[in-house]
């Protein structure tokens, strides 16, 4: 059974906002967006989920420079008929994952139009990973390894390419960008951001902020693989 899209309750049609810092995954429908985010955050991985229905989230918390990172990563439904809600998901997000199939080649294609939909819309200091992901599907691979790395160069990006199936490089994707976005953070507050964003006398570095009424219902991440 699919799940209502979040942020809707009742006949309210408002979404509930991505928190500061956030980092989005996005990408075509299939690629496996959630099904990376549910390996990252629960080491799960779901051959029957199905296609991700407006956005979800989910956290999860790393070290980084002796500090403990908690992450909240939101997954985007890559569906064109939800592209007007996703896209609000932006706004806001400090990072992003934008994801192919190494066996689907159009999907790739599609990358360049998801960048620049995200550039429309996110800050402009935004953090970008280009991720391949299904990368134990060699057998049928349709994206050459250095394409698409050299259109991550051209386009500043970083690129890494991963297999949630078999976890492949998924600990390093999330871990490499919320890394960089974590010291780049770090680094503005040291040059003079406000210090209650990111409270120095704690161990505690949180890039987002959870919203914890919703951290206890939170329904299993949904996404064609």
């Not at 060699?138 to 976890?167: I, M």
């Not at 960008?177 to 951001?193: M, N, P, W």
Request: charged share 20%; glycine share 8%; with cysteine.
């Amino acid at each position: 059974m699919q799940k209502p899209l979040l942020g809707v309750q009742g006949g309210d049609t408002g979404l509930v906002p991505p928190p500061p810092r956030a980092v989005v995954l996005i990408g075509d429908s299939g690629v496996g967006k959630s099904n990376l985010l549910s390996r990252f955050t629960r080491n799960e991985f779901n051959l029957e989920s199905k296609s991700t229905i407006g956005v979800e989230f989910a956290t999860r918390s790393i070290q980084v420079d002796n500090k403990t990172v908690k992450a909240q990563i939101w997954d985007t439904a890559g569906q064109e008929r939800y592209r007007a809600i996703t896209s609000a998901y932006y706004r806001g997000a400090v990072g992003a994952l934008l994801v192919y199939d190494i066996a689907k080649y159009l999907t790739y294609e599609n990358a360049e139009r998801w960048l620049k939909e995200l550039q429309d819309h996110a800050d402009a200091n935004i953090i970008i990973m280009l991720v391949g992901n299904k990368s134990d599907l060699r057998h049928l691979r349709a994206v050459p390894t250095d394409e698409a790395r050299s259109f991550a160069e051209k386009n500043g990006l970083s690129f890494l390419e991963t297999s949630a199936l078999d976890s492949t490089n998924v600990e390093m994707a999330f871990h490499n960008i919320l890394s960089e976005i974590y010291r780049i953070v770090s680094q503005r507050q040291i040059t003079g951001q406000p210090e209650s964003e990111f409270g120095p006398t704690t161990t505690i570095e949180p890039i987002r902020v959870l919203p914890t009424q919703q951290e206890g219902r939170q329904a299993p991440c949904c996404q064609n693989i």
